[in-house]
């Protein structure tokens, strides 16, 4: 039942990235965006190189410091093991490298992989509220309507719900009928003691400074995030403003939320030539730079991805001194 739930899974992603793609095609002239890429401007794409590279360098250390609370992970792990999980996200559908980070980090530093999960949940939460924050600002700043706008509502509606489904997690032992429900889930030792391993990740919130830290190394990351994508159109020919870039940065990540291909090919260009064309973006020179960000994101975190794989091997426990006794050292 699992295989076909995930066959499922992939299909369908691979049937919305197909549509996404015919959507695409029926309203941008390709060969037109084609002579557009072609001349973009080298020293705009060494820019665009670099901020993607920042971009991941400061997300890893955002991830070893969430850790922290959990055990003292050495950066080049937290890295090693991000870059892993994007080389998965690339190659699987359904967001599937958040698992394989948290199995290779586990593997790597001796915690437990439920509890490494858990960190995962929380760093995605934080970047979903600061994406809907910007996106929902460049709407305001831009005045921009329609389905982008909607779009950014129901991002913020699903922010709110990950939020409260957090705080249910971390509060769920003192809610009416706790004691019943804990008791019926004792009745399989190892189910109870991932749940208690998860919440243990999750617990990392409580944490004011680490949250505090974490916040603003996510600020910084999507700041490089929206430099980037100024940096990919200013190649093509095209000066957006700083609203036009937060817009399109957070719009098309939010985009990537929905089911799709591996490396969300389909979704990813046509949430760009959607947003450009409602700030007023030719969806030619917007295919363009759509492009050129999506394929060195793919091309620098596959070989990174790849590379992390090859010279990080496996380490264990020696990594990480843990600074909490978890419940049942097992994954």
């Not at 929902?136 to 913020?156: N, P, T």
């Not at 709110?160 to 769920?172: F, H, K």
């Not at 680490?210 to 430099?227: H, R």
């Amino acid at each position: 039942m699992r295989n076909r739930g995930s066959l499922g899974r992939a299909a369908l992603g691979m049937a919305i990235s197909v549509v996404a793609l015919f959507l695409v095609a029926r309203s941008v002239d390709i060969p037109a965006a084609w002579s557009v890429m072609r001349e973009a401007q080298p020293q705009w794409l060494a820019l665009l190189v670099g901020f993607v590279a920042i971009d991941l360098a400061v997300r890893a250390l955002r991830w070893k410091v969430l850790l922290s609370p959990v055990g003292r992970v050495r950066y080049a792990d937290s890295a090693g093991s991000l870059l892993v999980g994007y080389l998965a996200n690339n190659v699987l559908p359904a967001r599937l490298g958040e698992f394989v980070r948290s199995h290779d980090l586990g593997e790597r530093s001796g915690l437990s992989k439920s509890t490494i999960l858990g960190t995962i949940v929380v760093e995605r939460v934080m970047d979903t509220f600061v994406v809907v924050v910007i996106a929902a600002f460049a709407i305001f700043v831009l005045s921009v309507r329609g389905i982008v706008a909607s779009a950014v509502l129901v991002g913020l509606a699903i922010t709110s719900l990950l939020v409260v489904a957090i705080v249910i997690g971390l509060v769920a032992h003192r809610l009416p009928g706790a004691d019943r429900a804990s008791a019926f889930i004792n009745q399989w030792p190892r189910v109870h003691g991932l749940l208690v391993r998860l919440r243990a990740g999750l617990a990392v919130t409580g944490n004011l400074r680490v949250m505090a830290i974490s916040l603003g190394l996510t600020l910084v990351s999507w700041s490089c995030a929206v430099l980037g994508f100024a940096a990919a159109a200013q190649s093509v020919g095209i000066e957006p403003t700083m609203g036009q870039a937060a817009l399109l940065a957070a719009g098309v990540n939010l985009a990537t939320a929905v089911p799709a291909a591996p490396g969300y090919v389909g979704t990813f260009e046509l949430a760009a030539v959607t947003i450009a064309a409602s700030v007023g973006i030719d969806r030619e020179s917007a295919l363009a730079f759509a492009v050129l960000v999506h394929a060195v994101t793919l091309l620098i975190t596959s070989i990174g991805g790849a590379g992390a794989l090859l010279v990080g091997g496996r380490r264990r426990a020696r990594n990480v001194v843990p600074s909490v006794a978890e419940p049942g050292s097992q994954p």
